[in-house]
């Protein structure tokens, strides 16, 4: 079956770091970018980045550059997102998602990260 | 980089058409023909409905159909059903491999 296949839920406490997971299986890992979405409790969709797993070539939002740090091992067919000092609005959803073509085909269910004030 | 513009809420009843806005500018909506929407029932991952402006994935719905004028791209469901009760969010290609979402539009079916 494709899919991708993220982490558990996480609480964590602020100024920790955090390194949550996606895992793609049924399909080529390397021939997909792999993006991530972040939706805040009742909120919306944000685009947050997106990385190459076959280069780790990988852009970010302006909004998120500088916050957040996208990384790939291609031998274990696994997208990682990491933050380095967590806040409170931190707290939310993370998707990761398979782009094709110009579009994401392919969501992960989600891995939440609360982050208590 | 700023959230594409989508009306919180519309509304219809069984049957009824409801069409969703999406408002961007010449740099994402307006520049690509790259827009795709996604639907998302509440606890559940968003599903991709509408690709490329107004091309369809297998299995989806052909009451489900998008357009494009402009800075301004549309999503319609025709035929409203009970199960269309959800949250509508668009997407639109930005340059340089980047992606901005819509702020998304929560349908309610009467």
């Known amino acids: 079956e494709v899919q991708l296949v993220q982490s558990g839920a996480e609480v964590k406490k602020p100024g920790e770091s955090l390194r949550i997971s996606c895992k793609g299986s049924g399909y080529t890992f390397t021939n997909y970018w792999i993006g991530w979405v972040r939706q805040m409790p009742g909120k919306g969709l944000e685009w947050m980045g997106i990385?190459?797993?076959?280069?780790?070539?990988?852009r970010y939002s302006p909004s998120f550059q500088g916050q957040v740090t996208i990384s790939a091992d291609r031998s274990i067919d696994t997208a990682y997102l990491r933050w380095n000092s967590l806040k409170a609005s931190d707290t939310a959803m993370y998707h990761c998602v398979r782009l094709s073509g110009w579009h994401y085909d392919l969501w992960g269910r989600g891995t939440l990260v609360t982050v208590p004030s | 980089q700023s959230a594409l513009t989508q009306p919180r809420s519309v509304s219809g009843s069984p049957g009824q058409s409801v069409t969703i806005s999406c408002t961007g500018i010449s740099s994402d909506v307006g520049g690509y023909n790259y827009v795709s929407w996604y639907q998302q029932h509440p606890g559940k991952a968003p599903k991709f409905i509408i690709y490329?402006?107004?091309e369809r994935p297998s299995g989806v719905p052909d009451r489900f159909s998008g357009s494009k004028s402009g800075n301004t791209a549309s999503l319609t469901i025709s035929g409203l059903q009970a199960e269309d009760e959800a949250d509508y969010y668009c997407c639109s290609y930005a340059g340089s491999y980047t992606w901005v979402f819509g702020g998304g539009t929560q349908v309610t079916v009467l």
């Open positions: 490329d402006v107004s």
């Open positions: 990385i190459y797993p076959g280069d780790s070539d990988s």
